[in-house]
């Protein structure tokens, strides 16, 4: 058997009439949220004047009545889904993806320009084409 909204805004409220000031202690969205459904307005109505849904309306005003009555919500933990790879390994998480290599091993030697230099030569072609001396 379903619960109807009625029915569980009343037992949130119940919940919440056991520390009335807790609102005051949220952050000021939440404890707004908190106070509008204790002055008797429907959720339809907090996430309106809020421009929340619905849904983020049940969950602030039932974190906020197991928090009232003393008995908060157990901390939330979230993981990798499906074909998420979470451990890195000795590879750091980088390696062959379809889409080309993302190595980071280059040769520092090589450039990626059609320019080449020499090091410690006399002649260096610049980078615009024109020839230096130095």
Do not use: C, K
């Not at 379903?2 to 807790?22: D, V």
């Not at 929340?52 to 979230?78: C, F, I, K």
Request: aromatic residues 6%; glycine residues 14%.
């Amino acid at each position: 058997m379903t619960q109807s909204s009625n029915e569980r805004m009343a037992q949130l409220l119940a919940l919440l009439q056991q520390n009335p000031g807790y609102a005051a202690t949220m952050p000021s969205d939440e404890g707004a949220i908190v106070r509008d459904a204790m002055a008797g307005h429907s959720v339809y109505e907090i996430a309106q004047d809020h421009a929340t849904s619905e849904a983020a309306v049940w969950r602030v005003l039932g974190t906020a009545a197991q928090m009232a009555s003393g008995n908060p919500p157990a901390r939330q933990v979230e993981t990798g889904g499906f074909g998420s790879d979470t451990d890195p390994g000795v590879t750091g998480g980088y390696g062959e993806t379809g889409f080309g290599s993302l190595s980071a091993d280059i040769d520092p030697g090589v450039l990626d320009s059609e320019e080449s230099y020499e090091v410690g030569g006399s002649n260096l072609e610049a980078p615009n084409g024109s020839d230096q001396q130095s």
